[in-house]
């Protein structure tokens, strides 16, 4: 299984933009998911199109398998 944390966000013009984490630890709770999310928005970093993330849309882990067939190195 492969676990992404998906964070979704709004800026001031209502544009999304979805930052993603791979292999989120099991263990993490919706609080510290929205603390973390809180601390994106203030520290300004992410622009999208130029603007800054201004609110918070959602989140969500996806959970999918991969199984590989075919790898060349």
């Known amino acids: 299984m492969v676990k992404v944390l998906q964070l979704q ?3 001031a013009s209502d544009k999304n933009y979805t930052l993603s984490v791979d292999a989120p630890k099991d ?5 510290e998911i929205s603390n973390a999310m809180v601390a994106i928005i203030d520290s300004e970093v992410f622009l999208v199109r130029g603007e800054p993330i201004a609110t918070i849309k959602g989140a969500q882990i996806v959970d999918r398998q991969v199984t590989e067939y075919l790898v060349q190195a």
């Open 9 to 11: 966000f709004k800026t």
């Open 27 to 31: 263990s993490l709770t919706e609080q």
